[in-house]
């Protein structure tokens, strides 16, 4: 056979095989629209949120920072940029987890920013129409994070509370990106696209990911999910909440660094 046709075949084969997705489940508690609205009462503790995952993110029990899962331990990003382990008795309004095991593996240079990395991902994934866990390790130039003050009642929407955010630039680390790529149509459950939040190998820093620059050897992680679990949370505060609306231009400017 023809060498041209071979390898037409081989990628046609190598596109083919890329994976279905397995059963992963991604599984949240309550909704992004919820704490938009200022639903920051926990729902559930961690340690039930650890039932269902080893790796995700989230926030706690009062907006009180930024919070990822990552090999099975949450770690919590405060509004100064410390780090800490919270115990398991700690409440969460918002946690978005899986059980982490990678289908797809790649490497990706040197220079890239947070949108040039995204594009990169993007390009290797069978559909925009899947849930993806996204895992990046290696060294960062620079990762600009932000994490949120705790808030007490009566409770700011998320809008607002994020004018008071802090934001760190980390540079020349070695770390973890954690997060999701969410379809378009999860918009008022979840966040369409990506969403980062970093963890320094040192333990040192993190956040909510705002922007970055790739360093040397940072290697990509992907897990297609398909199946998709919201838990609502059995409450008067949540039963009362207005829901309706499209709230996805406030989300962009929670989630995004303002240009
Ligand atoms: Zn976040």
Known sequence: MDKRL???FG?????QSLPAGGDATLTQ??????????QYDGVT???EVK?????????????????LLLDGK?????SR???HEPANEVRTPLAVVTFFA???DFTVPAGLTLEELQARIDAVLPSPNRFYAVRVTGRFAQVRTRSVPRQIKPYLPLAEVVKTQAMFTLTDTTGTLVGFRCPAFVKSLNVPGYHLHYLTDDKHGGGHVLGLVTGEGVRVAVEVIRNFMVKLPDSAAFDALDLSGDRSMELKKVESERK
């Not at 508690?29 to 200022?38: E, N, R, V, Y």
């Open 6 to 8: 071979l390898l037409v």
């Open 11 to 15: 990628l046609i084969f190598a596109w």
């Open 29 to 38: 508690w309550s909704t992004i629209d919820a704490l938009l609205k200022g």
């Open 45 to 47: 503790t961690l340690g």
């Open 51 to 67: 039932k269902s995952g080893d790796f995700g993110l989230g926030t706690l029990d009062g907006l009180d920072g930024e919070m």
């Open 74 to 78: 949450i770690y919590q990003v405060d």
């Open 81 to 83: 940029g410390a780090v």
């Open 102 to 104: 990678q289908d797809l």
